[in-house]
């Protein structure tokens, strides 16, 4: 098993472009989801998803779109970059479903810099 | 609304002594509780979590933690400290009313000193 994995893991853009960070979850699981990371603010939750077809934001989703079609994969897409999306980006996947402990499984991330 | 503290930056401590890493929590319904760590330019592993039963949880390498409903606290404890235990530690919560997602802690960094 890979677990979670993410491309690319390192990137730096120029104010308004765009780009896709990739995440691939071979666990089965049913909800996936979006996080950014920020000096000494822990954990953000950007978007997430139930299963496929369904997403939902969560605490911080404004200058993000996300897409779930496959229960493994669930890109994340940066329209228009603005340096305050410079941040260390996770995805993660669990299980929630009856009897499951709902247990986060984390990719390694992507750093992306936005000058 | 859920909530995490972690009211402390940084733990120092010293190998071979014991280490706490505190946390406090709020949530709607009964709260399911996790820590987790992480090592420089690595994602978050999973050290343990609470979710029913019995209040004091084993975790990987030697962690445990105690969950206290009273105080609403969940603080990750270590009997003798390793000086590779150092890293960041993250709590998180989510309540166990339908709909509800994980909230972190913003994170302590624990230093252990040889």
């Known amino acids: 098993n890979a677990g979670v994995t993410q491309t690319p893991k390192f990137r730096i853009l120029k104010i308004g472009q765009s780009m896709t960070l990739q995440c691939t979850q071979d666990?089965?699981?049913?909800?996936m989801y979006w996080y950014r990371q920020d000096p000494g603010m822990g954990l953000k939750l950007i978007y997430y998803s139930v299963g496929a077809g369904i997403t939902d934001k969560g605490e911080v989703p404004n200058g993000y779109n996300v897409s779930r079609s496959t229960t493994e994969d669930f890109p994340l897409r940066l329209e228009l970059a603005a340096p305050s999306q410079t941040s260390v980006y996770f995805c993660?996947?669990?299980?929630?479903?009856?009897?499951?402990?709902?247990?986060?499984?984390f990719g390694p991330g992507t750093r992306l810099t936005v000058l | 609304a859920q909530s995490v503290a972690q009211p402390e930056d940084q733990v120092n401590v010293a190998e071979g002594n014991p280490l706490t890493v505190k946390c406090t929590y709020s949530?709607?319904?009964?709260?399911?509780l996790f820590w987790y760590v992480q090592y420089p330019n690595r994602g978050l592993q999973f050290l343990l979590k609470?979710?029913?039963?019995?209040?004091l949880v084993k975790g990987s390498y030697g962690f445990e933690a105690e969950f206290n409903k009273s105080q609403t606290s969940f603080h990750l404890k270590k009997p003798s400290a390793l000086v590779s235990d150092s890293a960041l530690y993250f709590c998180?919560?989510?309540?166990?009313?339908?709909?509800?997602?994980?909230?972190f802690g913003p994170g302590t960094r624990l230093s252990v000193l040889p």
């Open positions: 993660a996947s669990s299980t929630r479903r009856t009897g499951s402990t709902d247990t986060q499984y």
């Open positions: 666990m089965n699981h049913n909800y």
């Open positions: 609470y979710i029913t039963g019995d209040n």
């Open positions: 949530v709607s319904g009964n709260p399911y």
């Open positions: 998180a919560v989510r309540g166990d009313n339908y709909g509800q997602n994980f909230v």
